[in-house]
């Protein structure tokens, strides 16, 4: 059982929870991908050094904005989004604690898409030059964020072949087995629980779904007795039924990690 508070096992590296500072996060997921030294951890906790508090559901960049700064999340969740004239929304990428957005800052002028919250958030913003400037003295930095931008790009396939491939109930299961997965290398979850501050129509914007048939697969999951929602906390109770169910293969996360049932 992965349990929060204690050490998180990845690969066959095991982690346990950094001094809270803004970098903290970032040094954790960093460190699934690959080992940092004191040297480059002190060097990161140098970049990211303050960070600001956003409301729930609130815009941090938006599309047509100059693209200002490399986001980080330091605590809470955001995501990527875009908008159609009509309002419709489709959210394209999860943030979570240690993620990182707009790496592109300085190669482009403008963002294509909006970064929003979907909980409380803390966020830092770094200098792009600052970033890249780190990123050529510290090899082992540029290599762990290089197999986070694969892994990024590998997660946004996945989420191409949820919508296009999978049953309602399939892609919302997967989506539940890959936040854990994401969450548990940053030390958030407990055990098989999981904080999941979405709502019902957030969730459907992001597999492609209508909220009523949301609402729909989490009752079939639940009758399932594969998972509980209990507010804005999630916990699963059959990790094999619920990933033998989403055909879920968590090797596009580059984490070598499978939680235990629970």
Not at 34 to 46: G, H, M
Not at 58 to 68: F, M, N, Q, V
Not at 237 to 243: A, E, I, K, P, V
């Amino acid at each position: 059982m992965v349990q929060a508070l204690s050490s998180q096992a990845v690969g066959d590296r095991v982690f346990f929870p950094v001094p809270e500072s803004p970098a903290s996060a970032l040094v954790q997921k960093l460190e699934a991908f690959q080992d940092l030294s004191a040297e480059d951890r002190n060097a990161l906790a140098r970049l990211v050094t303050t960070a600001r508090d956003y409301p729930a559901h609130t815009d941090i960049l938006r599309e047509g904005e100059p693209a200002d700064g490399v986001l980080i999340v330091v605590k809470g969740f955001a995501c990527r989004n875009q908008f159609r004239q009509n309002g419709a929304r489709q959210i394209t990428a999860y943030l979570v604690p240690g993620d990182h957005c707009n790496l592109e800052a300085g190669l482009i002028n403008r963002m294509d898409h909006t970064v929003s919250t979907l909980s409380p958030c803390r966020v830092a913003r770094v200098n792009a030059e600052a970033l890249h400037a780190i990123l050529r003295q510290h090899p082992a930095i540029r290599q762990a964020l290089r197999m986070s931008i694969l892994v990024n790009e590998a997660t946004l396939r996945e989420w191409i072949v949820n919508i296009g491939c999978r049953t309602a109930v399939e892609r919302i299961a997967h989506l539940f087995c890959e936040l854990h997965l994401r969450l548990s290398a940053v030390g958030l979850t407990r055990g098989m629980t999981y904080e999941l501050p979405f709502t019902q129509s957030d969730i459907a914007v992001t597999v492609g779904l209508s909220n009523v048939h949301v609402n729909r697969s989490l009752q079939a999951l639940r009758r399932q007795r594969l998972l509980t929602l209990s507010g804005k906390r999630l916990t699963i109770l059959d990790w094999t039924g619920l990933s033998e169910l989403a055909e879920f293969n968590p090797s596009y996360l580059q984490l070598g990690c499978r939680p235990l049932d629970g």
